[in-house]
């Protein structure tokens, strides 16, 4: 099993930066690609941002590319969303999700085993 918690979450101004962490520990791999995934209220969850086990490959959603970054740091177990120039519609729960095994970045909700509880963000206008 492998245990996801996001963190860094909050309410801040349209154009701010926020960066939301995601702390993996239990039987974590290094080569499973990870991904962000958001639900706003009322919608389905939706893909954000993904990277790929080795960090080589990443893929974004077409309403945050150019202003969100995804990393990871596999020393310490963490994945990483970076928002820059937040916009009220990116109010949402943001959750973090981890492959089992496979390294390779996909964008559907059905493609991750892990998922962690969430952290909210919510951008005021």
């Known amino acids: 099993q492998v245990q996801l918690v996001e963190s860094g979450g909050g309410v801040v101004q349209a154009g701010d930066s926020l960066r939301l962490s995601c702390a993996a520990s239990?039987?974590?791999?290094?080569?499973?690609?990870m991904g962000w995934f958001r639900q706003a209220p009322g919608k389905e969850r939706e893909f954000v941002a993904a990277?790929?086990?080795?960090?080589?490959?990443?893929k974004f959603a077409d309403s945050v590319k150019g202003r969100f970054t995804i990393s990871r740091d596999n020393a310490k177990n963490t994945l990483y969303l970076q928002m820059n120039s937040l916009k009220p519609e990116d109010t949402a729960v943001y959750y973090c999700?981890?492959?089992?095994?496979?390294?390779?970045?996909?964008?559907?909700?059905?493609?991750?085993?892990?998922w962690g509880q969430g952290t909210q963000v919510t951008v005021s206008s």
């Open positions: 990277i790929s086990g080795i960090g080589g490959s990443t």
């Open positions: 239990g039987r974590t791999s290094s080569t499973s690609a």
């Open positions: 999700a981890a492959r089992q095994r496979f390294a390779v970045v996909v964008t559907t909700t059905q493609g991750y085993d892990y």
